[in-house]
């Protein structure tokens, strides 16, 4: 069962531009939301995250978005730039039982020169 | 260097070997879990930790067993690997006031 759906799978865009990653979960008890970058050969590193009791979060050149009625979120990056080409993973946490993550699927981006 | 780290980096087993996939933290952090990762499936996780003694399982638990005897350390053992347990296996810890996981640079993991 995913309760983590993640879209797209991958993304292509233009340097400057803005990519959009959204995801969407099932379980109404989770309580923390971030967002993960993973370059090739590296593990995942925490990137951005939010908690439901706010809808808009930023740090530098990402923003999470956060809908709780639709239970959704999304992550924007603001002027791309090469470098942040990499997988980007939503996951979704509770602070009750495992406290583990549950990872969406990924999405690759490729920012273009 | 305060982090997760994991041991070994890359490990070829044929089937039916055994192994154990080493993690160790020296942040203190209570809470720690092993994820896989594949193609397309995001990270999925086999076993977690909410403190030392205590263990439980994941999603995908099967042909992986895990011991928490001191709050640095989480081995994975691999009981009879198979092919299908061919993949990237990452350890990751937090702390208690932190939701933040810390993960290790994984372990590339090939079954033949």
């Known amino acids: 069962q995913q309760q983590v759906k993640q879209s797209p799978q991958s993304l292509i865009v233009q340097k400057g531009g803005i990519p959009i990653i959204n995801c969407a979960y099932e379980n109404t008890a989770f309580d923390y939301f971030p967002w993960y970058q993973q370059f090739p050969g590296k593990g995942p590193a925490l990137l951005i995250a939010?908690?439901?009791?706010?809808s808009e979060k930023k740090e530098g050149r990402f923003t999470i978005s956060f809908n709780k009625s639709a239970k959704q979120f999304s992550l924007h990056i603001m002027d791309s730039q090469p470098g942040d080409s990499a997988t980007y993973f939503c996951?979704?946490?509770?602070?009750?039982?495992?406290?583990?993550?549950?990872f969406g699927s990924g999405t690759r981006l490729q920012v273009q020169p | 260097n305060a982090g997760v780290t994991q041991t070994p980096k890359f490990q070829v087993l044929k089937t039916g070997q055994s192994m154990t996939l080493q993690c160790a933290q020296d942040?203190?952090?209570?809470?720690m879990s092993w994820y896989r990762q594949d193609p397309g499936m995001g990270l999925r996780l086999i076993h977690y930790s909410v403190g030392a003694g205590i263990t439980d399982q994941g999603e995908v638990p099967n042909g992986y067993n895990v011991s928490r005897s001191t709050t640095e350390d989480f081995p994975l053992r691999l009981l009879s690997a198979a092919p299908s347990q061919t993949s990237v296996y990452f350890c990751?810890?937090?702390?208690?006031?932190?939701?933040?996981?810390?993960f290790g640079s994984g372990t590339r993991l090939t079954v033949v």
């Open positions: 990751a810890s937090r702390d208690r006031v932190d939701y933040g996981y810390t």
């Open positions: 942040m203190n952090h209570e809470y």
């Open positions: 996951a979704a946490s509770m602070d009750t039982g495992r406290r583990a993550l549950t």
């Open positions: 939010i908690r439901p009791d706010v």
